[in-house]
């Protein structure tokens, strides 16, 4: 099986090296060339041709987002930001998702600077290796939002790699009166709350990072923190969501596994579950249970998904009912919530 062949780009000599002894201890990686900023990146990923690129942020000549922004736009290729865990930081991330960054992975500072801080970058980088990247295009029109009635319904969603560009695509047709939502995004503790506030200004609803005993009200959707809790969703003097202390489901906490299964216990056939774009198979299985409890579920399509891996896993079990691209999935949720039962 041919390696992947990695390139990365950091101004910090230390920290490429770090990056690289980390990747090299993974058979399936190569490390075929570093750079120490944009200018001399661009030569080198001319020259190497690399399967993915690691990139930093912060660094002189050309910062990481201007330079991933060029990348995106003239040789679309897949990229794993190595960001610091900063609001800063988190911001700037965020930003490099929504231009086309696969993945982003938290870069080990002080006394955590070492290879352990990047245990997962080796997976993060084989799956950016598989990913789906398109060349970056002029920012479409603004989604109106579509008209919906409240009917009662819950709305769950789940997504992973690439979900950060998907969940603004689908809320983007989101109205102020919104079903209740609650969606699991696998991300870094620090990037959740600076995201809630960026899909709060890009719908119409309002969007705030979840908290325990949080009522679930029509017009809101509810973004689980990341960390050290997965979010439930619990009947208790009408739906509230749950923050739970627990081992990793299905390799993540939070899990969309964990999410889905409680909103199949709490609301049954009154909910939507949708599964978006990401890697591995976490919240198929809870998707199949809220279908089996009489919920309405979709997935997005593989053409549309960064990482066809979990809709898929999810399709091939019998736990959507159909598939959308991300363009049409927000408004096919609206109308299978609008549906009185």
Excluded: W
Aim: proline share 6%; hydrophobic share 40%; charged share 20%.
């Amino acid at each position: 099986m041919s390696h992947t062949r990695v390139v990365i780009v950091d101004d910090s000599p230390t920290m490429r090296s770090l990056i690289a002894a980390t990747l090299r201890r993974d058979p399936d990686l190569e490390v075929v060339g570093q750079a120490g900023d944009p200018l001399e990146a661009r030569q080198v990923i001319k020259d190497l041709n690399p399967d993915v690129v690691t990139l930093d942020i912060e660094m002189p000549n050309m910062n990481g987002l201007d330079f991933l922004e060029k990348i995106m736009r003239l040789r679309p290729m897949p990229v794993v930001m190595v960001s610091t865990l900063t609001q800063a930081g988190a911001e700037a991330t965020l930003r490099a998702l929504e231009l086309g960054a696969v993945d982003c992975v938290a870069k080990p500072t002080g006394a955590s600077a070492t290879g352990d801080g990047l245990s997962d970058l080796a997976v993060r980088v084989k799956s950016a290796a598989r990913a789906s990247v398109r060349p970056l295009a002029s920012a479409p029109a603004p989604a109106a939002p579509a008209a919906y009635t409240p009917s009662g319904d819950i709305v769950a969603i789940g997504s992973s790699t690439g979900g950060v560009e998907a969940l603004l695509a689908l809320l983007a047709h989101f109205p102020e009166n919104c079903p209740p939502t609650v969606i699991t995004q696998h991300m870094p503790a620090t990037f959740t709350r600076s995201f809630a506030a960026r899909l709060d200004r890009a719908t119409a609803a309002h969007v705030q990072e979840a908290y325990d005993g949080a009522p679930i009200e029509v017009g809101k959707v509810y973004l689980a923190p990341g960390g050290e809790t997965h979010l439930e969703v619990v009947r208790s003097g009408g739906l509230r969501c749950r923050l739970r202390e627990g081992e990793p489901i299905s390799g993540h906490r939070p899990s969309v596994d964990a999410l889905f299964q409680s909103v199949a216990g709490a609301s049954g056939s009154a909910a939507v579950g949708a599964i978006l774009t990401g890697m591995g198979r976490d919240g198929a299985s809870g998707l199949k249970t809220m279908r089996d409890a009489g919920a309405q579920t979709v997935g997005q399509d593989e053409a549309s998904c960064v990482v066809y891996g979990m809709p898929r896993v999810a399709f091939e079990i019998g736990a959507v009912s159909k598939q959308y691209s991300i363009g049409e999935i927000g408004s096919a949720i609206l109308k299978l919530a609008e549906r009185r039962r």
